[in-house]
């Protein structure tokens, strides 16, 4: 779905008289795939260049060097663009940014609308959208009434209603509270098995990584560490070299001398369990 071959991306900062003040490099020769029907974390401290690279995704950046595809088709042609985000839909930190219409049916048409798509069928596609993140009864209200959870709700019914095969959540629960991260990070999950679309979650909550099948973790624009989430969170000393946590399950079991990779609370209770035993 996904694949990066030898990605450099530099940040280039000019003075007043437009010449070369400064170069930060993002992203390092970076090499990436993730097949179809994945779900992929990916964390990093903060500077570690993930949001650089969910915006390749999303043909919002394109390379200095190397090459990005997404399902075969090249990031570097302008032409390819919108057929680009239409497979790759991208929900963003703060859902008041992606919200532009006066009531929820018309912001999740506003991607079909643009694309010229009939009315029949964008009409069909904003229905059946509502309905899968359970917002089709609020159709006809204000977005704005809306708590943070529901509004991103809105902004990934939008992407739905584009039919997309992947789906970039970048930092999509930062602004949210506990309710509203745990019914973002679920909704994801259940897209991702229940409609095989691809998912790559981009957050510095570790608790929203558990249940992915690969995370990365990127240091310096490189992937530093990847694997299943019992391999990545079994380094615990390489993570915190790294400016990145564990999960609290973990941190916790490690502490009290609990043997293995503990990353639930269930599992934290039966490795108590035995332990007493």
Same mark, same amino acid.
């Given at each position: 779905?996904?694949?990066f071959?030898?990605v450099t991306? $530099?940040?280039i900062r000019?003075?007043e ?6 170069? +930060?490099?993002?992203?390092?020769d970076l090499? #990436?795939n993730i097949? /179809? @029907? ?9 500077g ?5 690279l ?6 919002l *950046?394109?390379?200095?060097?190397? /090459?990005? #595809?997404?399902?075969g088709?090249d !990031? ?5 663009? #919108?057929?680009i985000?239409?497979r790759? @839909?991208?929900?963003f930190q703060?859902?008041?940014n992606?919200?532009?219409?006066? !009531?929820i049916e ?5 991607g %079909? ?6 009315t029949d069928?964008?009409?069909?596609r904003?229905d059946?959208? #509502?309905?899968?993140?359970? *917002?089709y009864?609020?159709?006809h209200e ?7 959870g529901q509004?991103?709700k809105?902004?990934i019914?939008?992407?739905?209603a584009m039919k997309?095969?992947?789906?970039i959540?970048? $930092?999509p629960?930062a602004?949210l509270d %506990? ?7 679920? +909704?994801?999950?259940e897209l ?5 679309i +691809?998912?790559?979650?981009?957050t510095h909550?570790? $608790?929203? !990584?558990?249940?992915?099948d690969r995370?990365i973790v990127?240091? /310096?624009?490189k992937?530093a560490?990847? @694997? +299943?989430p ?5 380094k615990?000393e390489?993570?915190k070299?790294?400016g990145?946590?564990? %999960? ?8 009290i001398?609990?043997e @293995?990779?503990?990353? !639930?609370r269930e599992e934290?209770? $039966?490795a108590y /369990?035995?332990?007493l035993?």
């Amino acid at each position: 779905m996904v694949r990066f071959e030898n990605v450099t991306f $530099e940040y280039i900062r000019r003075d007043e008289e437009g010449n070369v003040d400064s170069i +930060t490099t993002a992203l390092d020769d970076l090499s #990436l795939n993730i097949k /179809k @029907g994945e779900f992929v974390a990916i964390l990093g401290s903060n500077g570690s260049g993930k949001s650089t690279l969910a915006r390749h995704i999303n043909a919002l *950046l394109k390379p200095t060097e190397g /090459k990005v #595809l997404i399902a075969g088709i090249d !990031t570097a042609d302008d032409d390819d663009a #919108l057929e680009i985000r239409q497979r790759a @839909g991208m929900v963003f930190q703060n859902p008041d940014n992606q919200i532009i219409a006066e !009531t929820i049916e018309e912001d999740v048409a506003f991607g %079909p609308e643009n694309m010229g798509m009939p009315t029949d069928e964008m009409q069909q596609r904003v229905d059946e959208a #509502l309905k899968r993140v359970g *917002l089709y009864k609020k159709r006809h209200e204000s977005p704005n009434r809306l708590s943070g959870g529901q509004k991103q709700k809105v902004a990934i019914a939008g992407i739905l209603a584009m039919k997309p095969e992947c789906i970039i959540f970048d $930092e999509p629960t930062a602004m949210l509270d %506990p309710a509203g991260r745990r019914m973002i990070v679920e +909704t994801a999950h259940e897209l991702n098995k229940k409609d095989g679309i +691809t998912i790559i979650l981009i957050t510095h909550n570790m $608790e929203e !990584t558990v249940g992915a099948d690969r995370i990365i973790v990127m240091d /310096k624009g490189k992937i530093a560490l990847q @694997g +299943t989430p019992r391999q990545v969170f079994s380094k615990g000393e390489a993570l915190k070299a790294l400016g990145t946590e564990v %999960p609290a399950m973990t941190e916790l079991a490690q502490r009290i001398g609990l043997e @293995g990779c503990i990353l !639930t609370r269930e599992e934290f209770v $039966e490795a108590y /369990k035995k332990a007493l035993r």
